[in-house]
């Protein structure tokens, strides 16, 4: 048993008595390696909170346990003992104070006593009461200390600085040293009669070690694992092979380090069971000592380095990432580690590709494509760990649109026009739909929308719905063309019959020159042929020498809705090489495709203007004529009308000149500088870069006023009516309308021409008017040309 019971030590501190019992009383039993247990030894002075450990060998019987056990015991009853003895005395303020401090004391017989220099030691065996004539020897020469003379009560005192406490006659043999010194070390004995040594104890000398700094035992610290930490001390203690225990002392940031859960100290060393990133640049320092009363100096501090991440991985900016499609994409990801991670991986989340080994994620220029989940990876390759966070990039782009249309295209019919758009977010403005036909604009149209879509009705169509559709889309997102407003066209081509420009239906043509008949229009399908017929008696127009006809292509104006708008069109062609009296007169052109035909009315004459009709007096007065006629067709060509003045219906001079252009209507004019009371006949034509018309169908005559006569008189005048002559009451007034004779006489006067291109205002005051006469004199409409041919055959 005595081999391992030797393993357990009992010291108590010098503070038990010798500080004031109101401080704190602790007793520590030191071993190796020890289970537990709390006792609680009570005196008349304080309580003690005493740690009782012992070490349990597993090669030890169950009895032998128990012996151990009440060998404890024993020793503190004898603790108790000493401490309830007369070893105590008050001082002059009340408190208690131990005259001998310090007891050490083995559990049983050759345990070492401990020491230190100027200090107490005490040493103590139990021996039979029937012992005599016992003798304490110390050192290698045997020098007696004390000497037991047949059982004496007291011995004999051989060294000066012993005081015997035991009572032999109790088989108790006990004794301190005071003043230890170097001298008294080595072991101690008791000598029974005969020389028969027994006993032996060794006295030794506690030492401060001498500090050499903290060393980490199982690098490197990482969170999350245990780590260990070593005192590291030298031993001063003497003898140098005294083989007493090296324990230590620890403190944290200045504060000492309590035993719990997560720290525990086992002689010189300190556990850390479980590291966390707090642990990180905590100081730590130690005192190392073998005797508390002779504890080392600190230690240096030692600044922990923990090591850990990657913790709290976040992608900055922080949530879910919204960016623009064409602008740059930057997103940054970090952690907290130690070391710093030096270690990214950028990885797409439908695929798992690889995207980038950098800490931030950089696309240039991102598109819709790129939306979706990202994950970055964050390595500490100190520790090889990772930790992985992701990110949802939603990626803002303005609609795709998309028009289509459905329904027959073939005029007449209803044609529906879808707008769908797709685009990021899903909230959308549709504006008014835009009709064009080539660049120009047509019309606005509203259609009608639903969340992502807009339809457009086109109810009975026709040729002029033909064109490009343009659907606009907003949700408020820039597109990469810097628009807002995103567009979707369709083209929609009417399948129907041909489509005549209708701007021109009469034709000029010279007598015995050449000349063309040329009728624009549209198409779809093309026209592969084209017939002209003579209306007088319904006879189709064929190739001959003198007449040839084809089609040709030519990129053509129309009109839609009101706007001039081009298109590659269909020419049809009437030519003639010279051009005869006889091919005058009214044509109908009729045009064919696949689907139908379209047949328009025209007119091909010589170049020189209509007669002017309905040319009359409106006001007479003494000296001037005022006179109104309505105009005939110009021919598409400027026309002039010419006035002409006769007194005797024989020689005629231009009285008034008026260049209308292309002008039509009412006209009228004021012939002054006349004579008083004189007849006057008066005639109307017109000419124009192609020659001249016809003069009207009626002359007009008639006498001015005399001087003498009241402008009031001039109220009872002449009514003039269309093909009719009225007589009025007053006789100094008359008009004459007569028929135009048909006579070579000719249009200009023999005595007074008037140049056409003098400005006549010179000689005359004229006035153009193009406000209408009454409705008397209004020209009927002709009827309708559109009229099929066969109408006519």
């Excluded at 090889?384 to 329904?407: E, F, R």
Aim: contains cysteine; aromatic residues 10%.
């Amino acid at each position: 048993m005595e081999q391992y019971i030797d393993e357990c030590n009992i010291y108590i501190s010098s503070k038990l008595f010798c500080e004031n019992v109101n401080e704190y009383l602790q007793t520590k039993f030191v071993v190796k390696a020890c289970d537990s247990f709390q006792y609680r030894i009570k005196t008349r002075y304080t309580i003690a909170s005493v740690k009782m450990s012992y070490l349990m060998y597993a090669s030890k019987t169950f009895a032998e346990t128990l012996i151990l056990v009440n060998l404890v015991f024993l020793e503190m009853q004898c603790l108790l003992q000493t401490l309830q003895m007369g070893t105590t005395k008050t001082n002059e303020k009340g408190n208690i104070h131990c005259s001998r401090a310090f007891f050490g004391f083995h559990i049983t017989v050759g345990s070492p006593v401990v020491a230190v220099i100027g200090g107490e030691a005490s040493l103590r065996w139990t021996i039979s009461t029937s012992t005599d004539g016992i003798r304490i020897v110390s050192g290698p020469d045997n020098a007696t200390k004390i000497a037991f003379i047949n059982r004496q009560t007291k011995p004999y005192y051989v060294a000066t600085n012993i005081n015997y406490t035991g009572d032999i006659t109790q088989g108790i043999m006990s004794f301190t040293l005071y003043e230890v010194a170097l001298a008294n070390i080595g072991k101690y004995r008791y000598i029974l009669p005969g020389n028969i040594e027994n006993g032996g104890q060794d006295l030794l000398i506690a030492e401060s070690p001498e500090i050499t700094g903290i060393k980490e035992l199982s690098p490197p610290a990482v969170s999350g694992s245990m780590t260990k930490f070593n005192c590291s001390a030298v031993s001063t203690s003497i003898p140098a092979n005294h083989n007493l225990t090296m324990l230590s002392e620890w403190k944290k940031n200045g504060n000492d380090i309590s035993q719990g859960s997560k720290y525990n100290v086992i002689g010189t060393i300190l556990v850390i069971d479980i590291l966390d990133r707090t642990d990180n640049e905590n100081r730590l320092t130690c005192r190392a000592y073998e005797d508390p009363r002779r504890k080392s100096n600190e230690s240096n501090e030692y600044i922990l380095n923990v090591l850990y991440g990657p913790d709290n991985v976040q992608i900055t900016p922080v949530g879910d990432f919204s960016v623009v499609e064409g602008t740059m994409l930057n997103i940054s990801c970090s952690a907290e580690c130690n070391p710093v991670c030096d270690s990214y991986r950028w990885q797409n989340g439908s695929d798992n590709s690889l995207l980038g080994s950098s800490q931030s994620l950089v696309i240039p220029k991102v598109r819709r494509e790129h939306a979706g989940v990202y994950f970055c990876t964050v390595i500490n390759s100190a520790i090889s760990k990772s930790a992985k966070v992701q990110v949802n990039v939603t990626v803002n782009y303005p609609p795709d649109v998309l028009v289509d249309y459905s329904g027959s295209t073939f005029t007449n019919s209803t044609v529906l026009l879808t707008c769908i758009a797709s685009g990021h977010p899903s909230q959308y403005t549709f504006h008014e739909w835009v009709h064009k036909v080539g660049e120009t604009e047509i019309r606005k149209l509203t259609g009608q929308n639903t969340a992502n879509t807009s339809i457009l009705t086109l109810p009975n169509i026709s040729i002029e719905d033909m064109g490009t559709y343009m659907c606009s889309v907003d949700n408020s997102i820039t597109g990469l063309n810097g628009q807002i407003i995103q567009t979707g066209h369709t083209d929609i081509f009417v399948r129907g019959t041909p489509l005549i420009e209708n701007k021109n239906s009469m034709f000029i043509g010279m007598i015995n020159k050449s000349a063309r008949i040329e009728i624009p229009f549209y198409s779809n399908p093309s026209s592969k042929t084209v017939k002209f017929y003579r209306c007088a008696n319904n006879v189709e127009v064929t190739n001959t020498s003198d007449t040839l006809i084809f089609l040709t292509s030519l990129l053509n104006t129309f009109t839609f809705y009101g706007k001039e708008v081009f298109l590659n069109g269909q020419v049809a062609v009437l030519h003639f090489r010279t051009v005869l009296t006889t091919e005058y007169g009214e044509y109908t052109a009729v045009l064919f495709n696949d689907i139908g035909n379209t047949y328009r009315r025209i007119v091909f004459s010589s170049g020189e203007p209509e007669v002017p009709e309905k040319f009359h007096v409106t006001d007479v007065a003494e000296k001037q004529v005022t006179l109104q006629w309505l105009s005939g067709n110009h021919k598409g060509f400027d026309q002039t009308f010419v006035v002409q003045i006769s007194m005797d219906n024989i020689t005629w001079t231009n009285a008034s000149l008026l260049n209308a252009g292309k002008k039509e209507g009412w006209f009228s004019t004021t012939i002054t500088g006349l004579k008083s009371y004189t007849t006057y006949y008066f005639r109307l034509y017109s000419f124009n870069v192609n020659g001249e018309g016809e003069f009207a169908d009626i002359n007009v005559v008639t006498r001015t006023l005399k001087e003498s006569v009241s402008s009031l008189d001039i109220g009872a005048s002449l009514g003039i009516g269309f093909g009719g002559i009225f007589l009025g009451v007053v006789g100094t007034i008359s008009v004459i309308i007569i028929r135009k004779r048909i006579t070579a006489t000719p249009k200009y006067g023999s005595t007074s021409e008037i140049d056409m291109s003098t400005d006549l205002q010179t000689y005359y005051n004229t006035r153009v008017s193009s406000s209408p006469a009454p409705s008397p004199y209004e020209e009927l409409q002709q009827d309708s040309m559109e009229k099929t041919i066969y109408d006519h055959i």
